[in-house]
């Protein structure tokens, strides 16, 4: 019955797909008739069309945003480039066309060698291929002359960016380079032929809206590959233009400063200068100068570009007039491509040049953190004022001896002086009595410990350490001795260069919280920063040290006192140790900077306000390895803020608070 | 199952080394000449380079050779009895998609394989062919005669389709009921009962029109006329035509396509593949492409006819009415004859999911040759 059954399906099946098979041919030899008129009745029809104009969708890149200066000064912007390319299947002879183009082109080289071997490597004939890039007007006015006898090239109009600071002011706006496999995204325009992208600073840091929104068209395209005509189909949105609240000129001063650090500038052909360059071995280094001009040290050798950061705020309205890293680097250099050993040149420079020092370089504060201190101190009432501490060149503290700068001890002195004289027993005592708590709050209040957000990538937060930090990183209790010397800003502290400006500018303002920012905008500029809740008086006592360890008869910075800039300076020198001293050291002698390998010197640093009796600026001044902060970083400091408040003289005033004045101490004060 | 049953089936069910020798090398040598051509077009398509595509594509060619010798060397009753299995976990499949694409916003239709990304609703097309076959095997002409027994095999067919439907992804929707549509044809359901449905169907557009969100109906509405749309699909079949009719009787030579390779032609690489392949080959090119494909479909035509159990006739008829859908829909869409689904060429375009489909497709065809002498009863594990 099954079988029978089985048999009766079979036959149906057989015949059913007999029919489904003839439908299948039918259908297939429908295929086969279009096919036959699409590709031969049809065909030379549609080799005219494939040879007539073609519609082409292109992607359109919009102009990038142009940075600029709060004077407007262009600090990143466009410029128009030209650049010839070949399309090779539509060449006639491919040689000949190089050949002719190299004799148009006077004013660049440039090899037909590499178009040969793209064309031949990837099969590309059919892709436009750049043979050269970066010509002058003149040079495409006679190639378009001449275009018509030269199928297959094409003539094409960019954009390139442009750094007119360059190197000086590089740490801020960043450079663009062409786009990395890891970068491509949804945003077409970054896969077009020379596309740039930010890859550090501002350019970074506001790539979306500096880039803006690529646009399309409909390209009509004859044979030969050239544009015959374009329809719009999206406009897309030209790059947004940034200012920023930079002083173009005064960054390109600072860093010229910096990397000149304590050197000499001599004039290259004076004697000294030329009996330096013949003893040098790479005549390229200590010629960042400029102008005619070499730095030399105080050996009479020429002095390579010193490494270190410097920041000009606006103390009240948080604008960095200034940031500077040194040594810096070219940014245009990137744009053109780098070469290979160029770039490894770069990245193997002991001194950082890709790193933005500024705000990405982590250094202990050293004595510039002392006011944290007192100001810890005088909020938890365990000193007062006047009261006095007694140095003796060292304090002791169980086994193990706690030196002051000053092997031979300050005598006692109170917190004015002990801020004068940057006593480092003072504040180990300080430290003692309050313990590393109350001393990490005031830091993290003044903005050590976090990233402050200015508009730069990269930022670093710091370190302020704790006793559960250090249980958590080292699995070890926190010792009294570390508290002590977290006093005087060393130890496991760290804070970049910008956390210093800011807490110096937060100390000079008033106690408000104002944060560093770069970009200069109307509607911010009004906005007051909340208080920190310090009362008045105990500022005023630390604003008071301040303009002593400047200007007071035993001051740190006293090298810059006596200057005659027409308005004081309030300021704190660090000289940052990087080494553990030994008693052995300590036995033999003293020790001096000048002694030591470079590496092993301390870091100079000095944070400062100007004008002592109405801040309105602050500045801080590093410079690693560079010795005593009073003696290297301050003389740098003090030209900085001259030169910024002789600008601000020249560009209007900006608003200033009274420092606040002085009252007598109360202890009930909050 | 009886002892003397068992003896019969002794000599008529093969070991594995013995099932290598009986498998259809035939039809294997032209899959694989197909799947030569597909990597020589994607080659070109890269510009002339193995990546991105047609080192990709031979990769998978490999994984999907295998998995189809594989199938075919497995007993064809594993597969009869596993029909029913796999049916509900594809079905799970493509609910499970369909839940995580509505989380996704429609963006996620695929499941990552790792060397392919699978699209459940793909690989339908092929567990349809292998649920009906199952199904119909088991049922009596008589029970195929009346209207009632059909009710469950059109569910079987109607919930995965609808599901699909409402993704909205309609060309797959589309294929699967055709190829469905087949295997009722093949099985000898009665002519009117087509028509019947047909009738029902056009009936009933209207309401699922109202059971449809606005972004479904543009879709259907833009599938339907592509002139909505005239930068995307009408643009693609003008570049394709252009491209088609310059490459005339013998083509512009391999790597040689203009129109594919200054990207006027959209897609190159994946639906548009027969474009770029036709426009460097000419029509003679074009013909014999579609010559292989015909044989495959041919081979399955013989192996169906040939075979001894209603299982192995519809599963091998069913996978070669899958691959002529897969054919005729594309390369009727490049050339202009239906509108643009996104249907791919097997083998040929770039992509995993047709070609693991279009690879158990053949494993279909190739088992039902291997075990073309093996009686099947109609429920398997019992007597007949």
């Keep these: 019955m099954r079988n029978a059954d089985d048999q009766e399906a079979r036959r149906t099946l057989t015949r059913r797909a007999l029919v489904l098979g003839a439908i299948q041919f039918v259908l297939t030899g429908a295929l086969v008739v279009r096919l036959h008129h699409l590709q031969v009745t049809e065909s030379d029809n549609y080799q005219g069309l494939s040879e007539d104009n073609q519609f082409d969708i292109v992607v359109v890149p919009v102009s990038r945003g142009v940075v600029r200066d709060r004077q407007g000064r262009g ?92 190197e000086s002011a590089v740490h801020v706006t960043g450079y663009v380079a062409p786009v990395s496999a890891t970068e491509l995204s949804d945003d077409p325009a970054l896969g077009l032929p020379g596309a740039r992208i930010g890859k550090s600073g501002i350019e970074h840091f506001f790539e979306a809206a500096l880039r803006g929104i690529s646009g399309r068209r409909q390209v009509e395209v004859n044979a030969a590959g050239q544009w015959i005509r374009e329809l719009p189909v999206e406009d897309g949105a030209s790059g947004a233009n940034l200012t920023l609240t930079l002083d173009a000129e005064l960054q390109q001063q600072v860093s010229l400063w910096l990397e000149r650090g304590p050197a000499r500038v001599v004039p290259r052909d004076s004697w000294s200068a030329r009996r330096a360059l013949d003893g040098q071995r790479s005549p390229e280094l200590g010629l ?54 160029d770039w490894n040149r770069l990245l193997s420079n002991r001194r950082s040049p890709m790193i933005n020092k500024a705000i990405a370089g982590w250094y202990p504060p050293g004595s510039i953190f002392k006011p944290m201190v007192c100001l810890a101190a005088l909020q938890n009432r365990v ?57 990490a709050d005031m830091a993290r209040r003044f903005g050590f410990g976090d990233t402050l957000g200015i508009e730069l990538p990269g930022e670093r937060s710091g370190l302020v350490p704790g006793e559960e930090w250090k249980r958590a990183k080292y699995g070890e209790p926190w010792q009294e001795g570390e508290t002590l010397i977290s006093g005087i800003g060393q130890g496991f502290l760290l804070a970049t260069p910008l956390q210093m400006v800011t807490m110096m500018a937060r100390l000079a303002n008033g106690a408000r919280a104002v944060v560093p920012r770069l970009v200069l905008d109307e509607q911010a500029r009004s906005v007051s920063f909340g208080r920190l809740g310090i009362p008045k008086d105990h500022l005023a006592v630390v604003m008071r040290g301040l303009w002593r360890a400047v200007n007071g008869y035993r001051a740190t910075a006293a090298s810059i006192r006596d200057r005659q800039l027409g308005f004081e300076i309030a300021g704190k020198t660090g000289s940052v140790q990087v080494r553990r001293i030994t008693e052995e050291e300590r036995r033999t002698g003293k020790l001096r900077n000048e002694d030591l390998p470079r590496d092993q010197r301390d870091h100079a640093l000095f944070v400062g306000v100007a004008p002592a009796d109405r801040p309105a600026y602050a500045t801080c001044v590093l410079i690693e390895h560079g010795g005593s902060g009073g003696a290297v970083a301050a003389p740098i400091a003090a030209e900085i803020l001259a030169r910024t408040i002789r600008n601000t003289v020249a560009t209007g005033s900006p608003r200033v608070v009274p420092l606040p004045q002085l009252a007598p101490h109360r202890d009930d004060a909050t | 199952m009886s002892r003397l049953e068992a003896e019969q089936l002794g000599p008529e069910a093969p070991g594995p080394l013995q099932k290598i020798a009986t498998l259809n090398w035939g039809l294997i040598a032209i899959v694989v000449l197909i799947a030569a051509i597909g990597c020589a077009t994607l080659y070109s398509a890269g510009q002339g380079s193995w990546d991105p595509w047609a080192m990709q594509q031979a990769l998978r060619f490999t994984v999907g050779l295998v998995l ?317």
């Excluded at chain 2, 497995?74 to 796999?86: E, G, Q, T």
């Excluded at chain 2, 592509?226 to 003008?238: C, E, K, Q, S, V």
């Excluded at chain 2, 512009?252 to 080959?281: I, M, V, W």
């Design chain 1, 75 to 166: 600090l990143a912007v466009n410029r128009d480039l030209f650049r010839i390319s070949i399309i090779a299947e539509r060449a006639e002879n491919l040689q000949s066309t190089l050949q002719q183009l190299r004799e148009l082109i006077v004013h660049r080289e440039f090899d037909a060698e590499p178009v040969l071997r793209s064309v031949a490597e990837r099969n590309n004939r059919f892709q436009p291929i750049v043979v050269v890039d970066g010509l002058s007007r003149r040079d495409v006015a006679r190639i378009a002359v001449r275009a018509p006898y030269m199928p297959g090239i094409r003539i094409e109009v960019g954009r390139s960016r442009h750094y007119p600071y360059g």
């Design chain 1, 288 to 341: 960042a100068a400029g102008q005619g001009l070499v730095n030399l040290d105080a050996g009479g050798s020429l002095a390579p570009p010193e490494s270190g950061a410097a920041i000009v705020m606006d103390i009240h309205r948080g604008e960095v007039l200034a940031l500077a890293s040194t040594p810096g680097f070219d940014p245009n250099a990137f744009n053109k491509g780098l070469t290979p050993r």
């Design chain 1, 383 to 439: 000193v007062s004022v006047d009261e006095k501490v007694d140095c003796r060149g060292f304090m002791e503290l169980g086994d193990s001896r706690f030196h002051c700068w000053h092997a031979a001890g300050h005598g006692p002195v109170n917190m004015e002086e002990a801020l004068e004289q940057s006593c480092d027993v003072y504040f180990y005592e300080l430290a003692r009595r309050l313990g590393i708590r109350p001393i």
């Design chain 2, 68 to 384: 189809a010798i594989g199938i075919a060397l497995i007993d064809i009753r594993f597969l009869l009895n596993s029909a029913y299995p796999v049916y509900a976990f594809t079905l799970l499949l493509v609910v499970a998609v369909e839940f995580v694409g509505e989380i996704g916003k429609g963006a996620q239709r695929w499941i990552d394989l790792g060397v392919v990304q699978l699209q459940p609703s793909e690989l339908m097309k092929v567990v349809m062919v292998m649920v009906l076959a199952r199904h119909f095997h088991g049922m009596t002409r008589e029970r195929i005669g009346r209207v009632v027994p059909l009710l469950l095999p059109l569910a079987l067919v109607l919930v995965p389709v609808i599901l699909i439907f409402r993704q909205p992804d309609f060309g797959t929707a589309a294929l699967i009921l055709c190829g469905a549509g087949t295997m009722f044809f093949l099985a000898g359901v009665r002519l009117w009962k087509f028509l019947l449905v047909f009738v029902v169907m056009v009936g009933s557009v209207p309401l699922v029109w109202l059971t449809l969100e606005d972004y479904q109906r543009e879709r259907i509405e833009t599938f339907l006329d592509p002139g909505r749309d005239p930068l995307g699909a009408g643009y693609h079949i003008t570049q394709s035509k252009i491209a088609l009719g310059s490459g005339g009787l013998f083509g512009k030579g391999f790597l040689q396509g203009s129109q594919s390779r200054l990207n006027f032609l959209p897609e190159k690489q994946t639906d548009f593949a027969f474009t770029l392949y036709a426009e460097e080959f000419g029509l003679m090119g074009a013909l014999f492409l579609l010559v292989l494909f015909s044989l495959v479909v041919a081979f399955a035509c013989i192996i169906g006819m040939r075979a001894g159990s209603q299982f192995a006739r519809l599963l091998a008829l069913g996978a070669g009415v899958t691959v002529f859908l897969y054919v005729f829909v594309n390369v009727a869409m490049v050339t202009g004859l239906v509108p643009v689904v996104g249907a791919p060429l097997p083998l040929v375009s770039y992509g995993g999911t047709a070609m693991i489909t279009f690879m158990i497709a053949i494993g279909f065809m190739v088992s039902a040759h291997v075990h073309r002498d093996v009686p099947i009863g109609r429920q398997t594990g019992e007597g007949f």
